[in-house]
């Protein structure tokens, strides 16, 4: 059964930089795609963009600037990176799984609030 | 950036049948974009129902549906369960590119 649980600081200043990171437990890293994606406080769901374990990404083109995900394979992490943010990057932050089919299952999501 | 658009919100009575859509600012949805649909429920992380259109998953009640409808995707509810009462987001990909509608928040009443 696969597990993700991630992690990364969930006050930041404007203008700082996000970062978290996911970590994989159980099941192949290799074989999917692992994904960010947001949740602002009461809103909808936001596609961040997501790598697989040979570092190919596909971006959010509106988030593109700022946004890096990078991967890890010898630790089976994944790790998401906003600089400049704003309190409009305020949202609660899920990794999750990619496949043909499903996204799933999800990380415990980290809320990142961006506040002065 | 293309944008997804879905109904803000829809009221269905238990037992009856409502249909939620997905459309691109790009145009018509086609198979090409890959429609997925999630299910999510307060508190929880969202589930997917519909993939690659009309595709269900194992977890999918067969009273959930997907099609293309008059250039959107289509997410039909046949038979609606006080249970389906949540909040119903679609998904298009644009080339490697993936966007969320808005949500679309269901009541069963």
Request: charged share 10%.
């Amino acid at each position: 059964q696969v597990q993700l649980q991630q992690w990364g600081a969930g006050l930041l200043k404007p203008s700082e930089t996000l970062s978290l990171t996911c970590a994989v437990y159980g099941g192949s890293f290799s074989a999917y795609y692992w994904s960010w994606i947001r949740q602002p406080p009461g809103k909808g769901l936001e596609w961040i963009g997501e790598i697989n374990h040979s570092g190919s990404t596909n971006y959010n083109p509106s988030l593109k600037s700022r946004v890096t995900i990078s991967v890890d394979t010898s630790k089976n992490q994944f790790s998401l990176k906003v600089i400049s943010v704003t309190a409009a990057d305020t949202a609660v932050y899920h990794c999750a799984r990619s496949t043909y089919g499903e996204i799933g299952p999800w990380g415990q999501g980290t809320l990142v609030t961006v506040s002065s | 950036q293309a944008v997804v658009t879905q109904e803000p919100s829809l009221t269905v009575s238990p037992g009856g049948t409502v249909t939620l859509t997905c459309g691109s600012s790009t145009g018509a949805v086609t198979s090409g974009h890959y429609p997925y649909w999630f299910q999510q429920k307060p508190g929880q992380a969202p589930r997917t129902l519909i993939f690659d259109t009309t595709n269900k998953h194992s977890w999918t009640p067969a009273r959930f549906s997907g099609s293309l409808l008059g250039g959107k995707a289509a997410l039909t509810l046949s038979g609606a369960q006080p249970e389906d009462e949540a909040e119903y987001y679609c998904l298009l990909s644009y080339s490697g590119a993936r966007v969320f509608g808005g949500g679309t928040k269901l009541t069963v009443l």
